[in-house]
């Protein structure tokens, strides 16, 4: 988000980065603006809270049909529909903050919660309004989101599949309204070397990189390595990332007598993550749930062999046999299976299969060069950005333009 907002300020344009909560930086990451720049709505002062009230009061009428859809349509539950009140309520605060700031356009960065407060500042301050969409905030939590999509003038999101999945299920919806933008990744600064070249590589590597949280379902990954075990296989499982699951993860490790074996990592930054992608031999993504993952971008522009699920955006990005391999979502068996050929293909003594392998890396990487670099995608975000909120009596001079994003 943060090089997008740098993106569209080179352009000329006024960008305020907004969020509901101030946001904890992460160490060594790059995609949080520094917090001193950031408006954030908490902590709710009193006076503010009577100001959004009487706002909302004085511009009944631009809120009204998203009230009625909260109180008298659709299926949500009681506490949804409560959420819902209070999320207006802070739209109307949020609006309150964002008056002296004039702005003309106000982006939100999801479609979870935040969407539904942009969305009631935007019709307040009488500005334009579109979202984001990335993977589980629309295909698993996607509260109001057929509101949300009529009521944006844009909505950009990360992936044909997701392109399609928005009109497929909101057929209402005018398809120049869903754009596509890529993400993408940046070329590695140091050279790395295809598979099975690497002088002293014993032990058989896979590598996880992701939150561990239950979306990841780094579980599945723990249970194939018990199996791998069993069948005799010689590896070892790193798992860089921290989240909430990683307490029961430790538990089934455990269990399943895979403490010499698998290992997580905890949180990496960015300048060790380089040493780990040189380590494996295979880079593994085992979601229920995805948009299309950095990490596979990460992973196969560092010539690394990918295998993930075959769900959502992730087949635009790994080609069958091509670019990589896919796997039945949620087929443990499938999962093993794949990965122990690969196990053979590194270590034959063919030299047309390892041949073969060494064409997929290269493929893979030459895949994303083109595809999902980054500073290409990125120029093409604030090119399609702009071209969506430039209005015919606006000038063609975007220095007067103001950004908001959740």
Known sequence: MSEEIQKLRKRGVKVIPGSV??????????????????????????????????????RWQKISGLLSRVLLQGKESPMRRVKALLHTWLGAYYAVLLQEHHVDHIHVHHGYFGSWIGMVAARLLDAGFSLTL????????????????????????????????????????????IMVSRLGVDEPRVAFQPEGTRAGQHTFTLLSVGRLHAVKDHAFLVRACTRLRDRGLRFECLIAGEGPEREPLESLIRNNGLQERVRLLGHIDRPRMDSLYARADVVVLTSR??????????????SRVVVAPAIT????????????????????????????????????????????????????????LHNFGRRENLNQF??????????????????????QQI
């Open 382 to 403: 604030a090119n399609q950005f702009l071209q969506r909120i430039a209005t015919e009596d606006r000038s063609s001079s975007h220095e007067d333009f103001v950004l």
């Open 289 to 302: 749930s995805e948009g299309i993952p950095l990490v596979l971008m990460e992973a196969m522009i560092r």
């Open 313 to 368: 955006g992730i087949p635009e990005i790994i080609i069958p046999g091509k670019t990589g391999f896919l796997y039945e979502p949620g087929d443990l068996q499938d999962f093993v299976n794949r990965i122990l050929f690969l196990e053979t293909l590194l270590h034959s003594e063919d030299r047309y299969a390892r041949s073969a392998l060494h064409w997929i890396q290269h493929a893979a990487r030459v895949h994303v």
């Open 134 to 177: 990335h993977g589980s905030d629309l295909l698993v939590h996607r509260a109001y989101l057929d509101t949300k999509l009529e009521g944006c003038r844009f909505c950009i999101t990360i992936s044909e599949f997701n392109r399609r999945h928005i009109l497929e299920h909101y057929p209402g919806l005018e398809p120049a309204k």
């Open 21 to 58: 909560r101030r946001p904890d930086a992460v160490p060594g990451s790059h995609n949080t603006p520094g917090t001193e720049e950031i408006l954030c709505l908490q902590p709710i002062r009193g006076l503010i809270a009577l100001r959004a009230l009487g706002l909302a009061v004085r």
